[in-house]
């Protein structure tokens, strides 16, 4: 397998390492100072990872199936108001890719726990669910996309929400899931989901330590899509690993 990183960051180079401890030749790309990739870079490229920034993923797709890449990650986040375009552009061009807020499989099986606590949860009177995430001062987007992720989750859960609020909202109205993203230090990632109520307080929490984990699940979701032919579009995270609904079994899929 042969690989390109898009994003010369430390997560592109993160992923770089796994990719070829993992035995996969790689080229890791920085940002191009016209906007677009040139074409000559995809050449012989199996896989395309985007590691770069949420405005350029729609344009580093569009490069990479224009070259003839029809495999591809995108790693990055902060790009949502692109989705439905990169989604039509996959289909059109008979292109695969596996995207996510956050590649570490225990983020996978963190959301599972939260989606599931949040339904249960839902059921007892005056428990209120909430997310709160931590990073390092230098991370662009706040809320991060992990608690985006996760705030999707819970409010499809749990019927008695119906939208998401932050500090900067004011005092907290009913029916809505508070968000709260903190940025100090050095922090690479820490999410935590909870949920209060009378007398007592269940707290959920993942902790990252570096990036390795994140690194791991880009070459999973890479052997995911190499293994057989994958139908066109955009295909969630989940999709990579089997997690049932009892979270008892972790298996590749």
């Not at 790689?26 to 770069?52: K, L, Y």
């Not at 940025?183 to 007398?199: C, I, K, T």
């Amino acid at each position: 397998m042969q690989a390109a990183i898009l994003g010369d960051g430390p997560f592109g180079r993160a992923v770089a390492n796994a990719l070829e401890a993992h035995g996969v030749a790689v080229q890791v790309v920085g940002r191009p100072p016209t906007g677009a990739h040139d074409r000559g870079c995809f050449g012989g490229i199996d896989v395309v990872v985007d590691a770069s920034r949420g405005e350029a993923v729609l344009a580093n797709v569009r490069a990479a199936v224009g070259a003839g890449v029809r495999r591809l990650v995108i790693a990055t986040t902060a790009w949502d108001h692109d989705r439905r375009d990169v989604a039509e552009l996959l289909r059109t061009r008979e292109a695969a890719a596996v995207a996510a807020a956050n590649f570490s499989p225990g983020a996978l099986v963190f959301a599972r726990l939260a989606e599931i606590a949040a339904r249960q949860m839902a059921r007892l009177p005056g428990y209120e669910p909430y997310v709160v995430e931590w990073h390092r001062r230098g991370k662009a987007d706040r809320p991060s996309g992990t608690a985006r992720d996760l705030a999707r989750r819970i409010l499809a859960a749990d019927p008695s929400l119906d939208r998401v609020s932050s500090p900067a909202d004011g005092p907290a109205q009913p029916g809505s899931l508070e968000v709260v993203g903190v940025r100090a230090g050095a922090n690479p990632g820490r999410h935590l989901v909870g949920f209060d109520g009378p007398g007592e307080t269940l707290e959920l929490t993942l902790t990252a330590r570096d990036r390795s984990a994140c690194a791991s699940g880009v070459v999973a979701a890479a052997d995911w899509l190499v293994a057989e032919s994958r139908p066109a579009g955009l295909h969630r995270f989940d999709a990579v690993f089997d997690v049932d609904d009892r979270l008892e079994v972790l298996t590749a899929g």
